[in-house]
């Protein structure tokens, strides 16, 4: 089983619909990253967080340190935003011996 | 100007065959990283460096071998390559020292090889 786990594993929503990506975790961490990949592209960090909620535009981020649990939320969906959207937990002793663990992804498909 | 970028981005070349993928920030981070994707999409580290010393390496096969001659670089590279050596490669940065610049990942555009 993977310490990460996403879901669901595959999106589909209509321009303008209310999207919710899950990622739960099973090890202790020190913050918990959202990235966005669209298809054959780089990958770009949404949000790092470590505690509570995090705002940019249509993007929220939360997370549940006590229940290991993290959500990405997407407001008033767009088709642009049709990526992979991947939860990577980072754990570690701290300072540079710290490494990230991913979840497989979220393949978010967003139709006009 | 691009904040993290590799070189080259495509590389198709014959198993047994050595490679490079070079890999450089500007953003004066302290910590670099290469992580392989999977033909599944599936991210894993492979190597971190902090201040040119190796401080992660995930039982990644002896034929991998980082080299980071300074702080802004981290180059892979691979000997006597395989099929199963095809994938994304990404490296990464970022500031871990501490501070609120502390932790933020920021990705290169990904190294896709193929192995023939």
């Known amino acids: 089983k993977n310490e990460v786990e996403q879901s669901p594993q595959n999106l589909t929503a209509q321009e303008g619909e209310f999207i919710t990506i899950n990622c739960s975790y099973s090890v202790g961490i020190s913050a918990l990253h959202w990235l966005q990949q669209h298809p054959g592209g780089g990958i770009v960090s949404l949000f790092m967080?470590?505690?509570g909620k995090k705002k940019h535009g249509r993007l929220i981020a939360t997370i549940n340190i006590q229940e290991k649990h993290s959500s990405l939320h997407i407001t008033a969906s767009h088709p642009r935003d049709s990526a992979v959207y991947i939860c990577a937990v980072r754990s570690g002793s701290g300072g540079s011996n710290y490494k990230l663990t991913f979840g497989k992804g979220t393949l978010l498909t967003v139709n006009p | 100007d691009t904040a993290v970028s590799q070189t080259p981005k495509y590389l198709v070349t014959q198993m047994g065959n050595d490679k490079s993928i070079k890999c450089e920030q500007n953003?004066?981070?302290?910590?670099m990283y290469w992580y392989k994707q999977d033909s599944k999409k599936f991210l894993k580290i492979m190597f971190s460096y902090n201040n040119k010393e190796l401080i992660i390496n995930e039982t990644v096969p002896n034929r991998f071998s980082p080299k980071s001659p300074d702080k802004a670089h981290l180059n892979l590279h691979i000997n006597s390559l395989e099929l199963g050596d095809s994938a994304v490669y990404f490296c990464?940065?970022?500031?871990?020292?501490?501070?609120?610049?502390?932790?933020?990942?920021?990705f290169g555009e990904g190294s896709r090889l193929t192995v023939l």
């Open positions: 990464a940065s970022t500031y871990v020292t501490g501070g609120w610049r502390s932790g933020e990942l920021f």
């Open positions: 953003l004066g981070h302290d910590t």
């Open positions: 967080l470590s505690s």
